[in-house]
């Protein structure tokens, strides 16, 4: 059986309307898997935005969604980060956590730890935000589960290669 690969691709597009419905209904019509998936603008006078998708499948999946995708109009570039050498990923997340006396203090000292900041505060409920890997955000995570966790919102990957190429 082929292994399962996690890829992270970058995709430059123009930014018009309906670029995105077309990269989600690529996946969805052959029923391959998004994980994570960001769009922004990235370049105003040129109208591009760039969408991150993180998405899992067989070595020839991941060669098939990077085809069908650069086929798209109007993809610019296709960039499989994973494949191209070392890259740099990270995902925000808003954590809100409700508790009071030895899980209040245990929440604030376990965000001490991650580096995650209190964004709200209130006499019986905390915010915190937190950067990093989507591995950092899960083990936070799994952490403020027994201490009260009510709600998380979470950005999705944002990835980058190193080095001083440009997309």
Do not use: C, W
């Not at 970058?10 to 019509?29: H, K």
Request: net charge neutral; charged share 25%; no cysteine.
């Amino acid at each position: 059986m082929p292994d399962i690969e996690r890829h992270t691709i970058a995709v430059l597009v123009d930014n018009e309307p309906g670029i995105l419905a077309r990269v989600v209904g690529l996946f969805s019509g052959r029923g391959y898997n998004i994980d994570s998936l960001t769009v922004a603008e990235v370049d105003r006078p040129n109208n591009l935005s760039r969408i991150t998708v993180v998405t899992s499948g067989t070595r020839m999946i991941i060669e098939q969604i990077k085809a069908q995708l650069s086929r798209l109009v109007p993809v610019r570039k296709v960039h499989d980060l994973t494949d191209e050498g070392p890259f740099v990923a990270r995902e925000l997340a808003l954590i809100k956590v409700a508790g009071r006396g030895e899980h209040r203090i245990e929440s604030l000292r376990l965000a001490d730890v991650f580096r995650a900041r209190v964004v709200d505060s209130t006499t019986e409920s905390f915010v915190y935000e937190i950067t990093g890997s989507a591995d950092k955000l899960d083990a936070f995570i799994g952490l403020m589960e027994p201490l009260g966790l009510v709600e998380v919102s979470r950005t999705g990957a944002v990835a980058i290669a190193r080095g001083p190429g440009r997309f």
